[in-house]
């Protein structure tokens, strides 16, 4: 590769504060596109869907407005690459439905990739490098501030999608997910507080959970997390539409979140 496959973009030195945002690209190599058996239009549209557009866009402008910038973590490939926030082993409940580290099956549950290949080669190549460089960005900012706050910056369709585990529970306009060990209380309330002016705000329905990077995941209480994940009919045109003017208003939010969990 000629440059590394995310992008760490440095916030204040003060700021612990890191804005992960893994699933706003569309970019496949094209080595990597040749194992995906769907064709151009099929691959758009599995695009369309399993993407999370504009979030990229909403972290930066979060940076931009909040009081002490953050710093932004970015995957600059799709998901549809290596998903760098799945368990990269048999602890990863989105392997029932073809869909770990390396997914097979799409977002409608069809075939995306030869079950049977090896897909070693994409984790060596895509998702430890990556999983090293948060691990190292997390550690940079307990150097620098005594603790680190990720929050993931995520969307979600509103309508639920054949792939989802608990599509069937509820959907609110923002779903926060925790973690029973790294999301502590405060952390939570300052995201409903931060996005009362977009409607609800919900737990863990449709996706739980939080990222923190293995080496610290369970064991360092300095490192919190959130998961904020923004129901896509609230800022863009599903399924793979332009962002809208909702986009604004939740920008604003995550800045003051950003501002809140930083202070």
Not at 146 to 165: F, T
Not at 208 to 235: C, H, K, N, Q, S
């Amino acid at each position: 590769m000629s440059q590394p496959s995310y992008a760490l973009l440095p916030g204040a030195a003060g700021s612990p504060v890191i804005l992960h945002v893994p699933h706003s690209a569309r970019t496949i190599p094209a080595d990597v596109r040749a194992g995906i058996v769907l064709d151009d239009a099929g691959l758009e549209r599995e695009l369309d869907h399993i993407t999370d557009a504009h979030t990229a866009e909403l972290a930066q402008a979060a940076a931009a407005l909040a009081g002490v910038a953050p710093w932004r973590f970015v995957n600059r490939l799709s998901r549809l690459v290596v998903d760098p926030e799945r368990f990269p082993d048999e602890r990863e409940e989105m392997l029932a439905v073809g869909m770990g580290a390396v997914y097979t099956r799409t977002t409608h549950r069809g075939v995306l990739r030869d079950e049977s290949s090896d897909h070693g080669p994409l984790v060596e190549r895509y998702f430890r490098p990556y999983a090293r460089a948060m691990t190292e960005a997390v550690a940079g900012r307990l150097a620098a501030t005594g603790r680190a706050v990720v929050i993931d910056v995520h969307s979600y369709p509103s309508r639920a999608l054949p792939y989802e585990l608990h599509g069937a529970g509820p959907r609110p306009p923002v779903c926060l997910g925790t973690d029973a060990f790294h999301t502590p209380a405060g952390l939570t309330e300052a995201a409903r507080k931060a996005f009362a002016g977009c409607g609800e705000t919900g737990l863990d329905s449709p996706f739980g959970g939080t990222y923190v990077p293995l080496e610290f995941y369970g064991t360092d209480a300095r490192v919190a997390a959130l998961m904020v994940e923004i129901r896509r009919d609230l800022y863009m045109t599903e399924p793979g539409g332009p962002a809208g003017p909702g986009a604004d208003r939740l920008a604003a939010a995550l800045a003051a979140l950003v501002d809140a969990a930083g202070g």
